[in-house]
């Protein structure tokens, strides 16, 4: 057992299936509940899938957090806080929320396009036919495989680091043991599932956060880590930061990995059918409200999670350890706490849990570890569900049984949700081998999914997108990405490429840049010289229940029996989808997308550029006072995230709550009382 190992391999193997077979059993009597005292119930395809498109924005919101809170949220930011310091938490955290705040126009678009699409591909088939849906689909599953690979590659990485659990079985058994819950419960329920992870991960991190700063016998206060960062300044600067500090936004790579940050992320939010889905499920009125609350909620917890554990990390190298002689960290005699880690423990995301364990011996390597685990597996679900989605109503239904019957549809949506979980540990495995480590596939995901991007926002929000354009934007966006990563790589390393010449902040920045800036360019412009004239109604139409007539559909959708019914399948107008929603009307969702336009656009200024640039430029390096503000900002930032994502969905799900208590203490004294029965049956026999 390696030093880094500081739990027993027990207690892997118990956290990793025993927290698992705990959520597992948790929500079959979750669902077990809601069947019986909601009459909600996830053996109905619509209800699995998409949560009959009708849940609120508070457990949207928290859904988001638990979704967007990937293995890499926490150790790949603590790896950049590590490496850059403080401006490796705000660039990881900003360069990822603007995304999901970005994404609230789409969403806004989905409810007024194609209210009833189960998958964004639906709306690209719908709208330019076979070849473009096969083509979007590749890169949509290549996202979700990624991302899927990221988890499973961090969350083994760390478990083996604490506990010397098998890498191999950590990959296997992560993914399987989410899949018997997601199974089981389908969306709403894995939604409150990832309600409960969130609860528990705000509670841990800011366990970590006033222990390290306010407790802890190393640190202990905000001053303390402020004068040990300056020692390890000495010791070891940053280079390229302002007087190589770690107390300084003045840093060029942390810059250059904001850049990555940012096109990665948004091939990974908007080509990734998780964040699709909870658009589906949430009620159209609240929407753009949901995915605002959870990109500000979101942003607090890798950048305090990575103030704390990252800087921590670092702190400890100034920290003398119980058999050094010398307390002087510029000593050749001193001894440190924890070492200098090397650059492959850093890239596998070690700070967080070498620091966590350093600081509270087991107990923070188990509240660590099961922080991490909790994060891993709701991404998990959020990635089994989304991928089960596309499988089911993209390929069985579209290609295999176009009249697939309810019960078909939700036996493939439960197969392809097990099918998935197998091979995301397969790649796991391919990847761990082949020396891929989670941080490199973190950096690596824009160059070949960032061509996509802007091709698929316009095809939701633009009637002028072209389908030729777009397709060839992100065909020839993803060649240019591959192309200007293997060229940098190869010019800058004596033409030696490999996963670690490759894996470079500039190797990675050009591919990332030409990927997303290829695909940008030549779909606009392809769009703005030869534009469609598009009226949305064939995407309107998707699943409607509607039995009206009318519609215009684009010349360009094939047959029409190309627009997969699932179960049934009719035209419609957006009148009439008002009419059976009224959540639909036009008006009101036109204005919602403009809101969530100008709301975004804002935030999105703010945090990439009205803060961090003018303190990039002015190379600050912050005083005791700076930084307290720096932390004192997040730490209260943190407690409002935990209030809109925790406590805020209690509230606005107090009339549930109250009918299903009422069911459970009605059966309690009168058993078999409390079942839910729908108002419209509950009628005299003789009305």
């Known amino acids: 057992m390696s030093t880094s190992e500081v739990l027993p391999q027990g207690a892997g193997y118990g956290v990793v299936m025993g927290i698992g077979l705990f959520f597992s059993a948790f929500m079959v009597g979750l669902t077990a509940m809601q069947a019986r005292y909601t009459g909600v119930s996830p053996k109905d395809s619509e209800e699995f899938s998409s949560a009959s498109r009708s849940v609120k924005p508070g457990l949207i919101a928290s859904g988001i957090v638990s979704a967007w809170t990937w293995a890499a949220t926490l150790l790949q930011s603590s790896a950049v806080a590590y490496r850059y310091g403080i401006s490796g938490p705000w660039w990881y955290a900003a360069g990822a929320t603007v995304q999901v705040l970005l994404f609230a126009q789409l969403a806004a678009k989905l409810k007024l396009n194609a209210p009833y699409a189960h998958t964004w591909l639906e709306i690209v088939a719908a709208r330019w036919g076979t070849t473009a849906h096969l083509v979007f689909m590749v890169f949509g599953l290549a996202t979700n495989l990624i991302v899927s690979s990221m988890l499973v590659l961090g969350g083994s990485a760390t478990v083996t680091s604490l506990t010397g ?83 300084t936004l003045r840093s060029k790579n942390g810059l250059i990995f904001g850049v990555i940050n940012l096109i ?315 009419q059976i929603d009224p959540e639909l009307e036009p008006v009101a969702l036109d204005k919602a997308f403009k809101f969530a336009a100008r709301a975004s656009i804002v935030l999105t200024l703010v945090l990439m550029i009205l803060i961090p640039l003018p303190l990039f430029f002015a190379q600050t390096v912050y005083s005791v006072t700076g930084f307290s503000v720096w932390v004192i900002v997040g730490i209260i930032w943190t407690f409002s995230s935990a209030f809109a994502v925790v406590l805020y969905p209690l509230w606005e799900s107090r009339a549930a709550l109250l009918l299903i208590s009422r069911g459970v203490i009605m059966d309690i004294f009168s058993p078999g009382s409390g079942k839910f029965v729908a108002p419209s049956s509950v009628r005299e026999p003789g009305e």
Not at 448 to 465: E, F, N, Q, R, Y
């Open 165 to 247: 659990m098998s890498t191999i079985a950590a990959c296997f058994l992560i993914p399987m043991g989410v899949a018997i819950y997601v199974v089981v419960g389908g969306m709403r329920s894995t939604l409150l599932c990832d309600y409960t992870h969130t609860t528990v991960l705000f509670a841990i991190i800011l366990t970590f956060v006033f222990t390290v700063y306010a407790t802890s016998g190393y640190i202990g206060s905000i001053s303390r880590m402020h004068y040990l960062l300056g020692e390890v300044t000495q010791i070891i600067p940053v280079a390229g930061n302002a007087g190589g500090s770690y107390l």
């Open 264 to 578: 990665g992320n948004f091939a990974t939010v908007f080509q990734d059918q998780a964040y699709w889905q909870r658009a589906i499920a949430s009620r159209p009125s609240t929407t753009v409200k949901a995915y605002l609350i959870g990109g500000l909620a979101w942003f607090a917890i890798p950048f305090v999670f990575s103030t704390t554990l990252g800087l921590a990390a670092v702190a400890f190298s100034a920290v003398p350890a119980a058999n050094s002689s010398s307390q002087d960290p510029l000593s050749s005699n001193f001894i440190p706490l924890l070492a200098p880690l090397s650059d492959s423990a850093i890239s596998a995301g070690l700070p967080a849990s070498l620091a966590a364990a350093t600081l509270l011996g087991q107990s923070g390597a188990a509240a660590l570890l099961i922080v991490l685990f909790l994060a891993v597996t709701s991404a998990t679900s959020a990635e089994l569900i989304a991928v089960s989605s596309i499988l089911t109503y993209d390929v069985y239904v579209r290609y295999i049984n176009p009249k697939a019957t309810e019960q078909q549809i939700l036996r493939m949506s439960h197969a392809g949700v097990v099918i998935f979980a197998l091979v995301m540990g397969i790649a796991g495995v391919i990847f761990y081998y082949i020396g891929v480590s989670m941080g490199w596939l973190y950096t690596f995901m824009g160059v070949i999914l960032g061509s996509a991007v802007c091709p698929i926002a316009l095809c939701i929000t633009w009637k002028k997108a072209s389908r030729v354009g777009c397709i060839t934007g992100a065909l020839v966006g993803f060649s240019a990405g591959v192309i200007a990563w293997l060229v940098t790589t190869s010019a800058l390393n004596q033409k030696v490429i490999n996963v670690t010449t490759s894996g470079g902040n500039y190797e990675m920045l050009a591919g990332n840049l030409a990927s997303i800036g290829v695909g940008a360019i030549i779909s606009t412009v392809a769009s703005l010289i030869w534009p469609d004239d598009y009226d949305f109604a064939s995407t309107r139409a998707i699943n409607c229940r509607a039995a009206v007539t009318g519609g215009n559909a684009n010349e360009e959708v094939e047959e029409p029996e190309d627009e997969k019914k699932v179960p049934d399948v009719s035209v419609s107008s957006v009148q009439n989808e008002a």
